[in-house]
């Protein structure tokens, strides 16, 4: 989703698993996933576009990346814009807007 060429691809490994590497451009991060923050792509278990725009937005990924990420998920009918909205609403603040909604500050990134 989107354009981003990361400097380090990060992967969750839900609890009790535990898995280490060696690569620097590698990631791993221990975290529950809830049933509906992952799902199957090409045989991958991956986080869905829902949650991968709340880790970036909880990381604070620049507004403009994660508006590109954002708009290419919605573009590509990967999401509902509803549920994006709701959440990626409580991040608005981070991005310098106390006082927006959830459907504001999706519109704020996605200049819509």
Do not use: C, K
């Not at 490994?13 to 620097?24: G, K, L, W």
């Not at 451009?25 to 725009?53: F, M, N, S």
Request: proline letters at 7%.
């Amino acid at each position: 989703m989107g354009h981003l060429n990361p400097l380090r691809w990060e992967f969750i490994v839900p609890p009790p698993r535990r898995f280490r590497t060696r690569r620097q451009d590698v990631a791993i991060r221990h975290a529950r996933l809830a049933v509906d923050d992952v799902g199957w792509v090409d045989g991958l278990l991956v986080t869905t576009p829902r949650r991968t725009a709340t880790d970036l937005a909880a990381i604070r990924l620049d507004g403009g990346h994660l508006g590109l990420v954002v708009a290419d998920m919605l573009e590509r009918n990967l999401t509902q814009p509803s549920d994006l909205a709701t959440a990626l609403a409580p991040y608005a603040a981070g991005y310098g807007l106390p006082d927006a909604t959830g459907q504001e500050f999706l519109q704020h990134l996605t200049h819509r």
